[in-house]
């Protein structure tokens, strides 16, 4: 691997091997996302405890300060809405110009394993590697299941995952679900966990994190789960304790109450 891949990595990815991506990105699908209204004010207090931010570029470009950003993932597939004919018919929006100049550490695309559009997204995750190893810039491959959310089980994801390191990403971004040690163990490249909808309560966001963390996953790409929680600064220090501190649920409920009644 090059110095440039590899610093890259090494931005993102901290030296005890572990991350916590914020992902900020869900409105190139879903406009302004419940508590991501004004993305720039949601990160605000959360900022400072990401390892990356999953953004893409218009939100780079009119909500992150340039003097006060974690590295930067860039969401470069989209095309599709919510209330759009099929959500998992993606392209590549953004250039490679355009990371480089914007300065980003790494990207992100989703792939829809399995669908109408399955040979369409590999084909893009694909490409879009071909012209990221030409500059040093690691890909991250989301393993998306559109409005399929029962789609969640192991078999599923650790194909769709095993599939995406094949085909080059540098890391994969997967849900978590029951025998997760099966995804991760199919899996060549280090895989983070994605949260989906937010949980009923923090509790079973902890529950979750913890045991992928402890069947291999190396962090997280969590949004909803924290940014739209009652307490989001509580949550991100908590999770934050589990993925870096390799803190137990019961340390993690402690934090996070902690910091709650701060
Ligand atoms: C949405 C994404 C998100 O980055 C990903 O789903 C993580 O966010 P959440 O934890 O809210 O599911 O790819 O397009």
Not at 102 to 107: E, F, I, R, S, Y
Not at 251 to 258: C, G, K, L, Q, S
Request: aromatic letters at 8%.
């Amino acid at each position: 691997m090059d110095w440039g891949m590899k610093n890259r990595l090494a931005q993102i990815i901290k030296g005890d091997g572990k991350c916590m991506f914020l992902p900020i990105d869900h409105g190139y699908f879903q406009g302004p996302t419940r508590m991501l209204e004004k993305p720039g004010e949601t990160i605000a207090p959360l900022i400072e405890f990401a390892d990356a931010l999953f953004v893409t570029r218009g939100v780079l470009r009119s909500c992150i300060d340039t003097r006060n950003t974690p590295p930067i993932i860039l969401r470069v597939s989209g095309g599709s809405s919510v209330i759009g004919q099929a959500l998992e018919n993606e392209t590549i929006t953004t250039s490679i110009e355009e990371c480089l100049r914007l300065n980003v550490q790494a990207v992100g695309m989703s792939i829809f394993v399995g669908s109408d559009y399955e040979f369409q997204s590999l084909s893009n995750l694909g490409k879009l590697v071909n012209e990221c190893e030409r500059y040093g810039i690691p890909v991250m491959a989301v393993t998306a299941v559109g409005k399929e959310l029962e789609k969640r089980d192991a078999r599923y994801l650790g194909l769709c995952c095993r599939i995406a390191a094949e085909i080059g990403a540098k890391v994969v971004k997967t849900y978590w679900c029951e025998d997760f040690d099966k995804v991760v163990d199919g899996c060549p490249v280090p895989v983070v966990m994605a949260g989906g909808p937010k949980c009923e309560t923090e509790l079973d966001a902890f529950n979750f994190v913890h045991d992928g963390m402890s069947k291999g996953a190396i962090g997280l790409n969590l949004g909803r789960n924290i940014w739209q929680h009652q307490y989001p600064v509580p949550m991100m220090k908590a999770l934050r304790a589990i993925v870096h501190d390799d803190a137990s649920v019961a340390d993690a409920r402690e934090i996070f109450e902690t910091e709650k009644s701060k």
